[in-house]
């Protein structure tokens, strides 16, 4: 009897736990488990930088096709966008020096701390309190 009651006690520690670690998983992780792209993209944005994405990223070119790559690089494309679109306004006016921290903001987010470093500094030269 004793027996029947300890396993009854397991079991329902099991199905507690269960229940438990079933609301904690992330949305992205459950996206996952049932194959849905923006779960996808979101998990392959953020393992962008790991030697591994590579073959994750074919993987789901395999099983999405080529249109999931907008997802994944959607904001890479929109900064590069937004850096012609500054550009364009430089072109314009090279002195204004919200365009020049805005395109050091964009550069930097990209990763291009070189070309960053040069908008700071020639907004700075107009306007040394500038991102300060």
């Not at 329902?12 to 438990?20: E, K, R, T």
């Not at 392959?44 to 249109?67: R, T």
């Not at 550009?87 to 006016?93: E, S, T």
């Amino acid at each position: 009897m004793l027996k029947n009651y300890g396993f009854m006690l397991l079991s329902l520690m099991v199905v507690a736990a269960n229940i438990f670690i079933s609301q904690n998983l992330s949305k992205d992780y459950l996206g996952l488990i049932r194959n849905e792209q923006k779960a996808y993209a979101s998990f392959l944005i953020g393992i962008k930088k790991l030697p591994e994405f590579a073959d994750y990223y074919n993987l789901a070119l395999k099983i999405y096709g080529q249109k999931f790559s907008i997802r994944v690089f959607q904001e890479q494309v929109k900064n590069q966008e937004d850096i012609q679109k500054m550009q364009a306004f430089l072109v314009i006016n090279p002195r204004q020096k919200n365009i020049l921290y805005n395109l050091y903001l964009l550069y930097q987010k990209q990763g291009n701390e070189k070309l960053a470093q040069e908008y700071l500094n020639k907004a700075r030269y107009i306007d040394p309190n500038v991102g300060k």
